[in-house]
């Protein structure tokens, strides 16, 4: 059971990258699927999560309007399109898995309390000004 996280690259403020999330071992439709980031010496932070169930979708007010989530459920994957790239959205980028929506959107927002099912390792994104 792995997730795999991938896209990630060197761009230039203003330009776009896409990652994706590939699930192997289990199904997304059990589970909402989540990115999360952390840049150097600052916190994790929540960036954007999607429900398997019915599409909805969270976004943190940083990326609002520029990143895009959507979930490939016949290819077990999820997809964060990021356009209108700023260097502050420079980071490690995970994707994680919980079978719960709403706690992965508390999650996002700071609530640690709960656990993610699962984690893939981290695709880096540099965006340089």
């Known amino acids: 059971v792995q997730l795999q996280a991938y896209g990630g690259g060197l761009v230039q403020a203003g330009e776009s990258l896409r990652l994706s999330c590939a699930a192997s071992?289990?199904?997304?439709?059990?589970?909402?699927i989540g990115w999360f980031r952390q840049a150097p010496g600052k916190e994790r932070e929540g960036v954007s999560c999607i429900s398997s169930t019915d599409g909805m979708a969270y976004y943190a007010d940083s990326v609002k309007g520029r990143f895009t989530i959507s979930s490939d459920v016949a290819k077990n994957t999820v997809h964060l399109q990021m356009d209108s790239l700023k260097p502050e959205d420079t980071a490690v980028y995970y994707c994680a898995a919980h079978r719960n929506f709403g706690l992965l959107v508390a999650s996002m927002r700071g609530d640690y309390t709960t656990s993610m099912a699962y984690w893939g390792k981290g695709t880096l994104v540099t965006v340089s000004s």
């Open positions: 071992g289990f199904s997304f439709d059990d589970y909402a």
